[in-house]
């Protein structure tokens, strides 16, 4: 690979002669990884004219680089970075020693801080991956997916995969979600009420940033899904923590002040629990009352493989008070980064807005090929063949948590791809894990699910989507090992 010119510049200021410059600053891309092994430097001709110096200067420069072993010589062909360069493992450019700027005073909102955890990025390199939300390569369909992506950047589809659509979505994914993935929800949506969004997360950002501002209340479960909660305190809006029982978010303990409810209805995040209907016509008469809306986020309902879900709690709304958020994240692959919002046409006109001014719209690329996976009925046969995976591997789990003696703390009822579980109390899970960590064994700790000041310490998830039948039981044994001995 060759190393473009116009990479390379000299410092206005530096000292010494430009031959001892050119030196410096070819050495310096070595020694910071930027200038790999092998790869081949412009002419002498053309950096010279680029950096508006003799060319003689850069042929003695290069001269003496090679001397020192930075650069080697190939004949006619032209010089290169040495095999022998003193090269680092990766590119990392030197920090900056001083700053002048106080980049502290100059920010005027953080968004640091919260309670949102990251996973570590070898993840995939651990032997008990007990992580949730994530997508199993040997289970995903690459043939066809990668057959309706070529589809998608035909002449045919040019204009969904090239044009700037501004505010708008691709039509055949949109005509998808409203004949197909809604109706198995119970919900009917004509598409001026959907719209396509970056994920769930994105979706229940939008909601936030249109519903909520300081002088609005807004409540949710506790525990919940800490992302949620990290985006309602970037609202400034006040927040009442409602505690889950058995059945979900209690209708009774919603303030009469709230303006917006965010809760998981038919797979609560993370205990699992579904609500019943009773609870769910109790919710939405409870709202009616207050008049608050409702966002429901449907999370993972495809992934039912024991009973088939309850409808949406959108399917009971008479008002038209309820705003759906839906995924793709769970059932093909969290990179993808595809969901989508179903509301009333006034609500989602504001959205589209917003969408519009931070990111135009997905791309349509991602788009048009995830239409034509779903259209052509590839999406269906994989959620029956992840669904038949992840049934094999709720047995495994289940028959190990009742042989090592486990405590489940939520049971997915409907199925789903993981289990909330209870530790003896006194265990600080947090403590567990990152001792499991060191036996390949990754789980992930349930504290940041509640808020701070309901804080629980026992509580962690195990996920079961990206972690093969086998490995279950001898994870689930060192797992619980770990726990007896950090047991008080």
């Not at 022998?84 to 700053?99: E, V």
């Not at 229940?204 to 949710?220: E, G, M, S, V």
């Not at 759906?324 to 093909?332: D, E, I």
Request: glycine share 6%.
């Amino acid at each position: 690979m060759a190393i473009a010119v116009d990479t390379f510049f000299l410092k206005p200021d530096a000292p010494g002669t430009l031959q001892v410059q050119v030196q410096e600053m070819i050495a310096e891309g070595i020694l910071s990884g930027r200038f790999r092994r092998g790869e081949k430097l412009p002419s002498s001709r053309k950096l010279a004219t680029h950096l508006g110096v003799s060319r003689i200067t850069i042929t003695l420069a290069f001269t003496e680089l090679v001397a020192n072993d930075y650069l080697m010589s190939r004949g006619r062909s032209g010089y290169y970075v040495s095999e022998n360069a003193p090269i680092p493992p990766s590119y990392k450019p030197r920090q900056r020693s001083t700053t002048t700027k106080d980049w502290d005073a100059a920010i005027a909102r953080a968004f640091t801080g919260g309670d949102t955890p990251r996973r570590p990025k070898d993840w995939r390199d651990y032997r008990y991956t007990f992580i949730y939300g994530q997508a199993d390569p040997s289970l995903f369909d690459h043939t066809n997916w990668r057959q309706c992506a070529l589809r998608a950047l035909g002449a045919r589809d040019f204009t969904a995969l090239a044009n700037d659509q501004y505010d708008q979505d691709d039509p055949l994914l949109v005509e998808y979600i409203a004949r197909h993935s809604l109706p198995r929800r119970g919900v009917v949506a004509r598409p001026e009420e959907i719209l396509i969004t970056m994920g769930a997360q994105n979706a229940l950002w939008l909601t936030a940033q249109i519903l909520l501002a300081p002088d609005r209340k807004a409540a949710l479960e506790d525990p919940t899904y800490y992302t949620l909660r990290d985006q309602l305190v970037d609202t400034g809006c006040h927040m009442d923590l409602v505690p889950v029982d058995n059945d979900g978010m209690p209708p009774d303990q919603i303030a009469d002040d709230t303006d917006v409810i965010f809760v998981t209805p038919s797979h609560h995040s993370p205990t699992t629990v579904n609500m019943p209907q009773s609870r769910r016509k109790a919710l939405l008469d409870h709202a009616r009352k207050i008049d608050a809306v409702v966002v429901e986020d449907d999370y993972e309902f495809e992934m039912s493989f024991l009973k088939a879900p309850a409808p949406a709690l959108k399917s009971l709304d008479t008002d038209d008070r309820v705003i759906y958020v839906g995924s793709f994240s769970k059932s093909l692959f969290p990179g993808l980064r595809l969901g989508y919002l179903v509301g009333p046409e006034t609500f989602i006109r504001q959205a589209r807005a917003l969408r519009a001014s931070v990111l135009r719209h997905p791309p349509g690329h991602i788009q048009r090929t995830v239409a034509y996976f779903l259209s052509l009925g590839h999406y269906d046969a994989q959620i029956r063949r992840i669904s038949k995976v992840l049934h094999d591997r709720r047995m495994c789990l289940d028959a190990a948590i009742q042989k090592y003696g486990l405590n489940v703390a939520g049971g997915g009822l409907y199925g789903g791809s993981a289990l909330w579980m209870r530790a003896p109390d006194g265990v600080d899970m947090a403590q567990v894990a990152a001792g499991l960590r060191h036996q390949s064994v990754l789980v992930e700790p349930g504290a940041p699910f509640f808020a701070q000041q309901n804080r629980h310490h026992n509580y962690y998830r195990i996920g079961y989507s990206s972690i093969e039948a086998q490995q279950i039981d001898p994870g689930l044994a060192l797992l619980a090992q770990a726990l007896q001995a950090f047991e008080p």
